[in-house]
């Protein structure tokens, strides 16, 4: 089946047997595999009886995807920081293309979410427990 990556536009097509997403392998993207996609080999695939290998992308289940940054995020990160004059942010920009630094933007940008929503939930239940003056009793 054919996939196009929503993300960078990157068409690919995909011979795994992933049943729901699928990392875009061109700039690592979750991609969306369509509920009525199903892989059906070539004719020329069932008279050779040849098993198609998987495509060199990594399926990630629903819900699965990680929190964390990663390396390269992280360093797209601290190089932002680093930015104190739009000259600067300029120069940032020229080091990544543009799907690339849309890409690293979108991918950091929704983990930051995810993260300050989880933060927000942990300061509630901080605060129910202070004003309960719940703790765990010292053995």
């Given amino acids: 089946m054919i996939l196009e990556c929503e993300s960078c536009g990157h ?14 392998p061109e700039c690592e993207y979750k ?7 199903e892989v059906v080999p070539s004719e020329e695939d069932e ?3 040849v098993k198609k290998m998987p495509a060199q992308a990594e399926v990630i289940p629903p819900g699965e995807e990680s929190k964390t940054f990663n390396s390269e995020e992280k360093e797209f990160m601290r ?16 080091k990544y293309d ?7 933007k979108k991918k ?3 983990k930051a979410k ?6 927000e939930i ?14 765990y009793s010292e053995l």
């Fill in 47 to 49: 008279k050779k009886k």
């Fill in 31 to 37: 991609v969306k595999i369509p509920a009525e996609a």
């Fill in 108 to 110: 950091v940008k929704g």
């Fill in 122 to 135: 942990y300061k509630q239940i901080e605060e129910v427990m202070e004003e309960s003056n719940w703790n």
């Fill in 79 to 94: 190089e932002l920081a680093e930015c104190d004059e739009p000259e600067d942010v300029r120069e940032l920009f020229l």
């Fill in 11 to 24: 068409e690919w097509e995909y011979q795994g047997e992933g049943e729901t997403y699928v990392r875009c």
């Fill in 98 to 104: 543009q799907e690339e630094f849309n890409s690293l």
């Fill in 114 to 119: 995810e993260i300050s929503n989880d933060l």
